[in-house]
């Protein structure tokens, strides 16, 4: 894209001057209203200031259904601010996200954050269908081969888009295998093609330079905007019993601002500065920006909430004994640096752990005996597969796998299995949103965002497996393509040998 067709957003990211502004908009479940009014206006006030170098618009955000972003970001396009529109994975299929991806190029809605998206909840008569078609890293790669000239759906050239494709990571995961869940995920994003980060919500400055410092050390150099949300009351609330997927406020956060709340404005003015204190530490720390938020924002909030920041700035590691507001049990990647209160460049020490587990070893020893080529039932195996291809007992073979996998991992007969390269757990049946590149942000102390206190997050136990055996690492590399629904019920072992699954792109 010319550089004098890029957004004030995009060009800003890579200047070293500028530290980017962005707001989030969040539009709610009708299409008109006084609710649209405010936004609007506040829209208008940041157009006018020129502080802001964008609005960010959710799309269904909590699940919930709502007016489509892009309707709101047309409008506000038009008053000369830029727009981040959110492209969630879920309620959609490839199809339909590719269709509304040309919609929004064509609209010149070129800059998006994509994330994996909040669980559906209750819609029209009850809770909606979930699609979790594709996940994010899979959405990446989509837009990458949109971006490109020339590639197009066989023969045909499709004229490129120019996404610019901004990812979201949460540093502020309590458990360590969901954190370095959270780390690999992000390292397979910028491998993907990612853009830009913004982290999810939470207030520790140790965890914040965390997240820098890894991405320095793995060579992830994207530029990182810090979430600054200040919540209402109500918000406090929700947030503090985890009602809202990836946000994290421990319990002395939240008897601070339980204390704040006495004073005559229910304690606004000191949620404002604690976030001014977090812009400056921000800037201070070598982020690229800061993302803000909050319910009932106004422009007059905004406007305190820089200023107090541009006044601290120069002070800013004052503040970091105060934002200190992780877990006390909660996961540090690095050793601390008791003179700075941040981290050290040198990682914790992490445990390898238990042996592994008798299903995981028995899995794998079947799997590298049958399905790799030195193997020593490879030869048979793919034989006896091809020769029931087109035979009758070609069923009975789809069958039989189907009734043995289901005992082993509760299989859901996709006929594309990724089992291999998810330590033998099934993505189908264990992941909420059949992620297959690494969980979404909705974790919450190691319980998946969907059955919090009844079932573990899919990636927590893939974690736990693959570093029993010392290859927790390979999660932070490598691309499981999306499932093909042709395969559908269909034998995944013949597809394998076929070269039909998601496999034969590499053999
Ligand atoms: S299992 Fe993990 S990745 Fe999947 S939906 Fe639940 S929290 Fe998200």
């Known amino acids: 894209m010319d550089m004098e067709k890029q957004s004030r957003f995009r060009r800003s990211l890579h200047d070293p001057d500028e530290f980017s502004l962005t707001f989030e908009l969040v539009p709610g479940r009708s299409g008109r209203g006084k609710a649209y009014d405010r936004i609007l206006t506040l829209a208008r006030q940041f157009a006018e200031d020129g502080r802001l170098q964008a609005v960010s618009i959710t799309e269904n955000a909590g699940g919930h259904p709502a007016l489509s972003p892009e309707v709101l970001g047309g409008e506000i396009q ?14 959609k299929n490839r199809n339909q996200m590719e269709s509304l991806l040309y919609a929004w190029d064509r609209a010149d809605l070129n800059d998006l954050l994509v994330i994996s998206g909040d669980y559906p909840q209750e819609g029209y008569r009850g809770d909606p269908k979930p699609v979790f078609d594709l996940g994010s890293v899979q959405v990446l790669d989509l837009l990458g081969g949109m971006n490109q000239p020339l590639v197009g759906n066989g023969a045909i050239p499709l004229p490129p888009t120019s996404f610019l494709k901004g990812v979201a990571v949460s540093p502020f995961k309590r458990l360590e295998a969901e954190q370095m869940m959270q780390y690999y995920k992000l390292a397979r994003k910028a491998a993907a093609g990612a853009d830009y980060v913004i982290t999810q919500v939470g207030y520790d400055a140790r965890k914040f330079h965390e997240l820098l410092l890894f991405m320095r050390q793995q060579g992830i150099n994207l530029p990182v905007l810090g979430n600054v949300f200040i919540p209402n009351l109500p918000v406090v609330e929700i947030m503090h019993r985890g009602g809202i997927p990836g946000c994290v406020l421990p319990d002395h956060l939240y008897a601070e601002m339980k204390r704040e709340s006495e004073s005559e404005d229910r304690g606004k003015r000191a949620r404002l500065r604690r976030g001014a204190k977090l812009l400056a530490v921000l800037k201070g720390l070598g982020y690229a920006g800061a993302h803000l938020g909050g319910p009932g924002i106004t422009h007059g909030d905004f406007d305190f909430l820089v200023n107090e920041s541009g006044r601290m700035e120069a002070d800013w590691r004052e503040f970091l004994p105060e934002l200190d507001y992780w877990f006390a049990d909660g996961f540090h990647y690095y050793e601390k640096d008791e003179i700075s209160g941040l981290n050290l460049s040198e990682p914790m020490s992490r445990t390898q752990g238990k042996a592994p587990s008798v299903a995981y070893r028995v899995a794998n020893i079947v799997h590298e005996a049958a399905f790799v080529p030195t193997g020593p039932l490879y030869e048979p195996m793919r034989k006896g597969c091809l020769a029931l291809a087109d035979s009758a007992l070609r069923p009975a073979l789809t069958n039989i796998e189907h009734l043995l996998k289901f005992i082993a991992f509760r299989c859901r007969n996709c006929g594309d299995c990724a089992l291999a390269e998810l330590a033998f757990l099934c993505p189908q049946s264990g992941c909420a949103k059949n992620l297959l590149n690494g969980p979404c942000g909705g974790s919450r102390d190691g ?31 490598g691309f499981v393509p999306p499932r093909n629904w042709a395969l559908n019920e269909t034998s995944s072992w013949l597809n394998f040998f076929l070269g039909r699954d998601h496999t034969g792109f590499r053999r």
């Open 78 to 91: 038009n008053m000369g601010l830029d727009v981040i529109i959110h492209l969630s994975c879920k309620d």
């Open 447 to 477: 319980w998946c965002e969907v059955y919090p206190g009844k079932r573990r997050c899919l990636y927590v136990r893939v974690y736990e497996r693959l570093k029993r055996v010392g290859r927790d690492q390979e999660m932070g590399c």
